[in-house]
């Protein structure tokens, strides 16, 4: 099975600074798909970011910005100008492109912003 | 786009009786369903995954007689915890596949279950 492994459990930024999320993955597939969820509070899972491993360009949303480094099994998040709402549990999680449906989700960091 | 809904956000139940959990695609036809459960401050684990028409599969560990799921329609999945006990308190959140894109999962808000 694959794994996903998250080696911060907590992270914390300055309102308005910059911070990198880390996730790394193991797998021996070509294709395959990452996501990172972010789960506030209220602990609906939101879709942040994706990343199909066959395109070579890092995906961005807004704030949110991936550096994916397949080689190395990388998939790092930033989030550029931290705001307060941007403070919850962020999942890594990783999806076979080949092999059934299933999500294998890394252990989660929790990120706190400092106003 | 792509709204799964739960029911009950939160239900709490007396020990040894039957709660069900209903996971509703509201606008997408979901021809598979998954089950997690998540503890405080961890991951999800995935229970079962569930296709229209067909037995769930479960995933090593979890009990299938007592987590009962049924996908009878393209937009509903029941998870029914039979014989409660208070270690079955947790949050379960369903997602679904079957949106605009094919290989994402969209997540429902998530039932807070208490056995007491």
């Known amino acids: 099975a694959q794994t996903v492994t998250q080696s911060q459990p907590e992270m914390s930024v300055q309102e308005a600074e910059t911070v990198t999320l880390s996730c790394t993955y193991d797998?021996?597939?070509?294709?395959?798909?990452l996501f990172w969820y972010k789960q506030p509070p209220s602990r609906q899972m939101i879709l942040v970011i994706r990343?199909?491993?066959?395109?070579?360009q890092n995906a961005t949303e807004n704030r949110f910005s991936v550096n994916f480094q397949k080689a190395a099994k990388s998939f790092s998040l930033k989030i550029s100008d931290s705001q307060l709402g941007d403070a919850a549990m962020y999942f890594c999680?990783?999806?076979?492109?080949?092999?059934?449906?299933?999500?294998?989700f890394g252990t989660g960091t929790s990120l706190t912003v400092i106003p | 786009g792509a709204v799964v809904s739960q029911h009950p956000s939160w239900v709490i139940c007396k020990s040894g009786t039957s709660v069900k959990i209903e996971c509703r695609s509201l606008?997408?036809?979901?021809?598979?369903m998954f089950w997690y459960r998540q503890f405080p401050k961890q991951s999800l684990m995935l229970m079962a995954t569930?296709?229209?028409?067909?037995?769930?599969?479960?995933e090593q560990g979890v009990e299938k007689d007592k987590f009962l799921i049924n996908h009878a329609s393209l937009t509903l999945s029941t998870l029914t915890v039979t014989s409660a006990h208070p270690e079955d308190s947790s949050f379960y959140i369903c997602?679904?596949?079957?949106?605009?894109?094919?290989?994402?999962?969209?997540f429902g808000p998530g039932t807070r279950l208490t056995v007491t």
């Open positions: 997602s679904a596949r079957g949106g605009t894109i094919p290989y994402e999962q969209y």
């Open positions: 999680a990783y999806r076979s492109g080949n092999t059934g449906n299933q999500f294998y």
């Open positions: 797998t021996s597939e070509s294709d395959y798909y």
């Open positions: 990343q199909e491993a066959y395109k070579q």
């Open positions: 606008d997408f036809q979901a021809t598979t």
């Open positions: 569930s296709n229209e028409g067909s037995k769930a599969t479960y």
